[in-house]
Structure formats: structure tokens, C-alpha cells
């Protein structure tokens, strides 16, 4: 399975981005996707998810509102559309595939899921 991430580059404050990962799975649309980001000298954390249909998704409280996670059956694509960006949104992001989800309570921890992509950065300046 690969997972190629792209669209990251350098924006400044209140700048939007839109993230894209690209899929080699033959099974993409049965599987939950997530986005995870990791800023320079700290833990991975969760970022958003999304069910296996696109019908429903989920935020970390420090992105809702701001961030809109999407995905494109046909394309074998996951999207991250990043709106009004802040400096502390400075960080490579990485796009994962999780395929124990089962339509409950969304994984948020970076263990739960089974392959990730190479990661693209993201820099926000002030």
C-alpha cells in the first residue's frame, strides 16, 4: 500500500491549503481514512477522519471549523481543505489509513492505524 501526500507549502496567517492523498489500495473506499500532523520536537497527533462512505467525519477541537476532511471514491483520494491557518498549524502532515474502523467512535491515536503516507509539510507564517 502506498500513500502519496501532496499540496503542503508555505502560506501566511489566515491563508488556506489543500491537502491531497493519493492511495495505491485496491479496497480504499472500504476503509476509514485520517489525516495525523507533526510540528518539529513534538508527539504526532490526530487531525481529522473520515468513514469508508465520506458520511461522516470528525475533528480534533483545535481544527473544527476550520478544516473540511473529504474523499473522492473514484480517485482513491482523501482531501484536507485547511481554511484561516495559524502559525501553530505549522507542521508535516500525514494521511493514514485505518482499517479497523467500524463505524463507532472514530481512532484518534496514531497506533490505530495500519499505513501512512510520506508526510507533506505545511508552514504558516505570521
Known amino acids: 500500500v502506498q500513500l502519496q501526500a501532496s499540496g503542503g507549502g508555505t502560506v501566511q496567517t489566515g491563508g488556506s491549503l489543500r491537502l491531497s492523498c493519493a492511495a495505491s489500495?485496491?479496497?480504499?473506499?472500504?476503509?476509514?481514512m485520517g489525516w495525523f500532523r507533526q510540528a518539529l520536537g513534538k508527539e504526532r497527533e490526530f487531525v481529522a477522519a473520515?468513514?469508508?462512505?465520506?458520511?461522516?467525519?470528525y475533528y480534533a477541537d483545535s481544527v473544527k471549523g476550520r478544516f473540511t476532511i473529504s474523499r473522492d471514491g473514484a480517485k482513491n483520494t482523501v482531501y484536507l481543505q485547511m481554511n484561516s491557518l495559524k502559525p501553530e498549524d505549522t507542521a508535516v502532515y500525514y494521511c493514514?489509513?485505518?482499517?479497523?474502523?467500524?463505524?463507532?467512535?472514530?481512532?484518534?491515536?496514531?497506533?490505530?492505524?495500519?499505513?501512512w503516507g510520506q508526510g507533506t509539510l505545511v508552514t504558516v507564517s505570521s
Open positions: 473520515i468513514s469508508s462512505s465520506g458520511g461522516s467525519t
Open positions: 489500495l485496491r479496497t480504499f473506499s472500504s476503509y476509514a
Open positions: 493514514a489509513v485505518d482499517q479497523d474502523y467500524r463505524g463507532s467512535l472514530f481512532h484518534r491515536q496514531a497506533y490505530e492505524y495500519d499505513y
